[in-house]
């Protein structure tokens, strides 16, 4: 114990300082992610589609600036980095919590549906690491993105959103090599179901939930602060040599 009642954080995780952009800040994994690099004292530009939700939000967290934008269009991206680098000076880290989930059968998904997802899972994605890292070649940087286990899962019904996030990890691969040699180290976590507004109407399908926590080894959903260890480390001096990856948080989900 020391005589502080400050907590005392790992240096391998240390993001205190950091300037980080979190894209779906305000969604339910964004906002556990948001709220572990603030009390490690990060500096937060926070980026959503939802005006209203991020002003609230940023609101409650110290060291934190509202950019509201579009993950599907380049310029509302590029108006937040520069917003971001006009605020804080430059930019660290990005991670991005955005996304969509559409589930259905394929025979009755239906084309827009489909094409929304993969704009906003894939082409937003794309964007996204395009604009953030193009900040960051200079000096340096760490992109993190949400997958899920349906890059690996080939669940039913997930036709749309599984094509999303397996292309999602694969984009990864690719551009953690493109851009290995400056030092800007892009990576993926991909979490197991977990309550959030993305997904509280199909779990609250009684018949859905159980068999979600029945396919789940550990026998629970995920929780969103489950993510914020995995995040600390691919953004922390931990992560230094880490690129490519799609890190699993799943309770052992995609093992079976
Ligand atoms: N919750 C889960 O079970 C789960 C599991 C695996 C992966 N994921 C992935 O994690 C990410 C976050 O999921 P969540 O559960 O927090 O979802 P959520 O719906 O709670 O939050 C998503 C956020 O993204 C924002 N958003 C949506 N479209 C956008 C756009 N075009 N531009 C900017 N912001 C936009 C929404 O406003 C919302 O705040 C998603 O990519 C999701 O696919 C979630």
New binding site residues.
Partial sequence: MTASSEPMFDPMFDVEGRVCLI????????RAIVRGLAERRANLAL????RK?LETLAAEIPNAVALP????NESSLRDAVAQTVAHFGHLDHAVN?????PIAPTETLDEATFRHCID??IT?AYLFTKAMAGAMTEHGGRVVH?????SFVANPNYAA?ASS?AGLSQMVRVMAREWASRNVLVNAI??????????EDYLSDPDFLKNAVASIPMGRL?E?EDLVGAVLLLLGPGGAFITGQTIYVDGGRTLV
């Fill in positions: 894209a779906g800040a305000c969604g339910g994994l964004g980026f959503d589609i939802n939700g934008g579009d993950i599907t919590a955005a996304g969509v989930l906003t899972n937003g949400i997958a899920s286990v349906s959103y996030k991909g979490p197991a179901l977990t309550l959030t507004p993305l997904t995920g969103p």
